[in-house]
């Protein structure tokens, strides 16, 4: 630990606090450990409350623990407010992560809360998408999506940087958020692993300095991860998610009751052989995380967060167990922990010495991505996607051949009667509605999502590349096939899959709901024409 500034001349007592995470990660080589918090329900004096605060100074008073994290609604339920703990862990002189999601709150909600948990002094934020709300009060609570991770990373990026304030036109004093992101690589198909990996190269792009990838059991995935980092240059700390598990957890995430999160029937059967001992498989669960732990060191993590319903106890075992192990230790348990579908896809080869990665990228992978395979794959896009692209080609970008006439069109037509005006976009909303199932939203990013509309086919509205959710390609809510997982599949016959994310962040603007996306775009009234934030220079 280090000693605060405060000094006995300042007439202020001594508070001992832990190193910041900020420190830890860029100044140090420690391998740092976070663990998990989950807030209760109801207010933090009743008896649930107690406990949980209870729990966590319990867990703050360990040295060996660097951070705690808190989680923001998880599982789209109603929860204690993150920085409610928070703000008390910090009085301990306790390190902390609120979690904050953009499930239940718009941009301007979500920009408020950055100024109220940066005037409190909560400097480390994990930038989450979120869970999808799950029934609460009166019935199922309306999610907001407002904004992604991404847009959230550019909002608060920018308010580090000191934002201009519109209405007065002075500029704001700089926050000093560490942000934090989260990938999930534990995924089954190409069209799945490889967007969440694009994504996580714009999330750096757009401004966070740690990642926390998403709980999972196969440590040659977890090794995948550290190498494709490094193979696309990307020096970022990452910190490996090590959700202990129970009888309970495994059953829930084997059945998908979990976004994210996968257990297979491999290792679900052996869960449930465990749990039948004695000790209802604690030192298996234990042993197993403290495994992960040791890997994700050996391998290259940052740190270990750790996740489940652990005391103190239970990580101080797990931790010391994990340095049992020893410096190569690591090297004799990797293989027992490769719980993996069959045929599941790996960017890179395997490496048969270690039976992790090896650093050769996967070579059907390869062989899928030459000009011959691209040209046979493209035949088999469907028809309404090449007829969009030819006419997007044709009309809609500034350089397009009919842009300038249809921009000219456009500016006339601004000047004609409303009830022109409306005939007009009557027959632009009902061509548009039988091919994507048009919502109207004015601000259209059918372009940039390989002509998937995310209104009307996302249930998150995502717009800067997939959520973490799926499941076998399934979306979480809906159990139709992900919009970007299905964008994927049809960029990569025309070589545009790897760059389907390098453009400027996305944010919808609402205020065009309802009117001509054809006139906005000719116009230059939609994002692309006004990017956020002087995301002009983003790529």
Known sequence: MSVSPATPEQGTAYVWRKPT???????????VVAVELVTSRGVISDLAGQRALSHARALAESPRIDVLSITDNPAGN??????????????????????LACKDGNRNSLQSR????????????LALTGDYPKPGYGGMARPSFDIDSVGLLSMYSEMNRGPLDATTGRRMKPTSFFLGAVVTNHKRHEREVVPQYLKLRKKIDTGARFIINQAGYDARKDDELVRWLAHSGLDVPVIANVFVLSLGAARAFN????????????????????ASSADRGRSFFLELAAKQVAIARGVGFRGAYLGGKLDLADCEEILSRAEGFGPDGWKTVAREVQFAYPEEFYYFERDEATGLSSSEVNAAFLASSTNAARRRARLRTPINYRTSRLAHWAAFEPEAPLFDMARRFYSAVESAPVSARRVLHLVEHVSKLPLYNCKDCGDCS???????????????NQRNGPCGGSHDGLCEVTERECIWARAYERLKPYGEETSMLDRPVVFNDNALRGTSAWANTFLGRDHTAHPAGGQEDVQ
């Open 114 to 125: 950055g100024w109220k948990l940066a005037s409190e002094g909560f400097d480390n934020i």
């Open 78 to 99: 109603a929860m204690l407010a993150a920085d409610t703990l928070g703000a008390d862990l910090r009085s301990q002189g306790q390190e902390v992560i609120i979690h």
């Open 446 to 460: 059918l372009p940039e999502i390989a002509y998937l509309c995310p209104e009307s086919q996302c249930a998150k």
């Open 255 to 274: 059945a998908g009751r979990v976004p994210g999160v996968v257990v297979t029937d491999e290792l679900a059967a052996l869960t449930e052989r465990y």
């Open 21 to 31: 995470l900020r420190h830890l990660l860029e100044d140090t080589d420690r391998f």
